[in-house]
């Protein structure tokens, strides 16, 4: 099966710090999804973003599709931007079943 | 109005109980999903079911049943508890063949004494 790799595996920033987290994948994709896991458990989808760039205030998101990676961008970080960040992959004529990341673990000080 | 719900949110129960977590989505998707996240944050997926197919993750016991009443509804079905099936288990749902997103319910933490 298509294989996910994220980096890094954890991150501290101070609030107000820009970030750049990676995720490659080892095949092509039909899609690929950025979550975010707050502190509370609950997993959010952030980006649907199968290649192209895609902003959503201080988040953005671009998936080389090609190249076989996406990245996650997070300017001016806030505290409640802490918690795990997952990317996701559907493997090209796969099952629909998206296949996750071991995570980005960040947490923002004040 | 939650888009997908599961319940109960904790559960804790003794080895070798049988137990069930409920599922349900609002929004109209043809597919669900059950992944199970273990202590290092891993999601693995479990099952994934649409109206025309049951796909299992291979690894899974067979204790692990899922069961859907209807396409709203995705339950679980845990047979003969065991310590290692203590996680959180999350239910999802999508749009699946229009590739569309995700969408998480709020995850189920299951202690196993």
């Known amino acids: 099966g298509i294989q996910v790799e994220q980096s890094p595996p954890d991150l501290i920033l101070q609030e107000g710090a820009n970030s750049t987290l990676r995720c490659n994948f080892s095949d092509s994709v039909n899609n690929l999804q950025w979550f975010h896991q707050n502190p509370w458990g609950q997993l959010i989808n952030l980006f649907y973003i199968p290649s192209g760039t895609k902003q959503n205030g201080r988040l953005s998101a671009t998936t080389v599709a090609t190249e076989r990676y996406s990245l996650l961008y997070i300017s001016s970080s806030q505290t409640t931007d802490s918690g795990v960040y997952f990317c996701?992959?559907?493997?090209?004529?796969?099952?629909?079943?998206?296949?996750f990341g071991r995570g980005t673990s960040l947490i923002v000080h004040p | 109005d939650t888009a997908v719900s599961q319940t109960p949110k904790y559960l804790v129960t003794q080895m070798g109980n049988d137990k069930s977590i409920k599922c349900e989505q609002n929004?109209?998707?043809?597919?669900m999903y059950w992944y199970k996240q273990d202590s290092k944050k891993f999601l693995k997926i479990m099952f994934s079911y649409n109206n025309k197919e049951l796909i299992i993750n291979e690894t899974v016991p067979n204790r692990f049943s899922p069961k859907s009443p209807d396409k709203a509804h995705l339950n679980l079905h845990i047979n003969s508890l065991e310590l290692g099936d203590s996680a959180v288990y999350f239910c999802?749902?999508?749009?699946?063949?229009?590739?569309?997103?995700?969408?998480f319910g709020s995850g189920t933490q299951l202690s196993v004494l």
């Open positions: 996701a992959v559907e493997e090209w004529g796969g099952s629909y079943i998206p296949t």
């Open positions: 999802a749902s999508s749009q699946a063949e229009q590739n569309e997103k995700l969408f």
């Open positions: 929004l109209g998707h043809d597919t």
